[in-house]
């Protein structure tokens, strides 16, 4: 997500769904929305959607994993750590069945809406429009002049 190039340019470069976040650096996520402006056509914009994962959250591990779904037979348990200095968050989680189990481990970094702009800033990029429900903030964003 650093370094990509495509032979065209677009009107919308879309980071959905907590994607920016993957990333866990900020020089990292400039590098990305730097990317993505240089992808625009002259009148892009650029749209994310970002969570803060850390809101309400406690320093440190889970006490113990949560069943989070049950169906068909497969059950989804997990845990959310956070290292609220390095504003990260590890969500490992765990999928059953009966006689199976494949776990994984993810590693993403909060953002709330001013360290989004600033970044976005860092990028060449000045927010249009911002929005945020609860812990998710969502941006629409176009080159800056």
Do not use: K
């Amino acid at each position: 997500m650093r370094r990509f190039a495509l032979a065209r340019r677009f009107a919308l470069v879309l980071v959905a769904y907590n994607s920016l976040q993957l990333l866990t650096t900020p020089g990292d996520i400039v590098a990305c929305l730097q990317q993505a402006r240089e992808h625009l056509t002259s009148r892009g914009t650029v749209a994310v959607e970002v969570t803060d994962f850390q809101v309400d959250g406690a320093d440190g591990p889970d006490e113990a994993p949560m069943l989070l779904a049950d169906a068909g037979g497969i059950r989804l348990w997990a845990t959310l750590s956070h290292a609220f200095t390095e504003r990260t968050s590890t969500y490992q989680r765990r999928f059953e069945g009966d006689g199976w189990a494949v776990e994984s481990r993810l590693v993403v970094r909060s953002l709330d809406d001013t360290e989004l702009a600033s970044l976005l800033h860092r990028a060449g990029l000045r927010p249009m429009r911002t929005s945020a429900a609860g812990h998710v903030v969502r941006a629409v964003a176009e080159r800056a002049p």
